[in-house]
């Protein structure tokens, strides 16, 4: 089954941004590189609040990331992102973490799309 990830933003208003795969256990998200991608860092953005969420009340084992410009499609442990994740907060986001791209697997090169 696949549940729809929402944040809810400070306007009140609800955004989604992602999917939950209960079968799978994982987090499918989009990302705009532009938007989510920190340069320095070279690393995937992520919400914290909702990783966090989503491992303890759903068993997440892993995230599944779509970028969206190139179509190409990296994995990432639970386990792994644990490890690695670094902790940044931009206003008016929430607390997000950063997982560096040298600890995401590509497995889709996204050039058959």
């Known amino acids: 089954m696949m549940i729809v990830t929402r944040i809810k933003e ?3 208003n609800y955004r989604k941004i992602g999917f939950f795969d209960t ?3 994982a987090w499918l ?3 705009d590189k532009k938007k989510h991608y920190m340069k320095m860092l070279r690393g995937w953005g992520l ?3 909702m990783y966090e969420m989503l491992k303890d ?3 997440l084992e892993s995230v599944i990331l779509t970028e ?3 179509g190409r499609v990296y994995k990432c442990s639970k386990e792994t992102i644990d490890k690695n994740k670094i ?3 931009f ?3 929430r607390l997000q973490i950063f997982v560096p791209i040298v600890f995401w697997e590509m497995i889709d090169d996204g050039k058959d799309r």
Do not use: C, L
């Open 57 to 59: 009340k759903y068993g």
């Open 10 to 12: 400070r306007n009140g």
């Open 29 to 31: 998200v989009d990302r």
């Open 91 to 93: 206003h008016p986001h």
């Open 68 to 70: 969206t410009s190139k």
């Open 47 to 49: 919400d914290n609040w």
């Open 23 to 25: 079968e799978a256990k």
């Open 87 to 89: 902790f940044k907060t």
